[in-house]
């Protein structure tokens, strides 16, 4: 593991002070196919993330600004009062196809509600940032690989 800046938080977990955390301590690396897209989610705790795309073709990233995150929970809500689902929520109060990363939604779908959505191409070099409570998905085109 790298070394730490003094006084980081981090120091209190993984080599100096019990297990690694996948992608908050250690890197993880995805390697993505055509048809592999990911579900709009927020990151956990609400951290950021970075995302540096290695190699392939582009990818493709739709995202809510963090301060309209509630605008689009509310939209997930709606969708499942009218399909008749019983609204199960997290301990956190999250709806739970957004806290189980499942949620596929058109981004046409949100806009037409109201709910601003961007969408940037990522290519090989590049670097995303997602800001805590930005709501993000992405389409991964053929053979991305990413960390």
């Given at each position: 593991m790298a070394t730490l800046a003094n006084g980081s938080l981090l120091s209190s977990i993984g080599a100096n002070g019990g297990g690694d955390i996948s992608g908050v301590n250690t890197p993880m690396l995805y390697v993505g196919q055509v048809m592999s897209p990911f579900a709009f989610h927020c990151e956990d705790n609400n951290l950021y993330s970075i995302n540096f795309l290695v190699d392939g073709e582009c990818k493709i990233w739709y995202a809510v600004p963090g301060h309209k995150h509630m605008e689009l929970e509310s939209v997930v809500a709606r969708m499942q009062e009218l399909g008749g689902i019983d609204a199960q929520t997290s301990p956190s109060g999250l709806n739970r196809p957004l806290c189980d990363?499942?949620?596929?939604?058109?981004?046409n779908l949100l806009l037409q509600a109201e709910v601003p959505v961007f969408k940037v191409c990522q290519?090989?070099?590049?670097?995303?940032?997602?800001?805590?409570?930005?709501?993000h998905r992405s389409d991964v085109c053929p053979n991305c690989i990413c960390c």
């Amino acid at each position: 593991m790298a070394t730490l800046a003094n006084g980081s938080l981090l120091s209190s977990i993984g080599a100096n002070g019990g297990g690694d955390i996948s992608g908050v301590n250690t890197p993880m690396l995805y390697v993505g196919q055509v048809m592999s897209p990911f579900a709009f989610h927020c990151e956990d705790n609400n951290l950021y993330s970075i995302n540096f795309l290695v190699d392939g073709e582009c990818k493709i990233w739709y995202a809510v600004p963090g301060h309209k995150h509630m605008e689009l929970e509310s939209v997930v809500a709606r969708m499942q009062e009218l399909g008749g689902i019983d609204a199960q929520t997290s301990p956190s109060g999250l709806n739970r196809p957004l806290c189980d990363k499942v949620t596929m939604i058109s981004p046409n779908l949100l806009l037409q509600a109201e709910v601003p959505v961007f969408k940037v191409c990522q290519y090989p070099g590049e670097i995303i940032i997602t800001f805590p409570r930005a709501y993000h998905r992405s389409d991964v085109c053929p053979n991305c690989i990413c960390c």
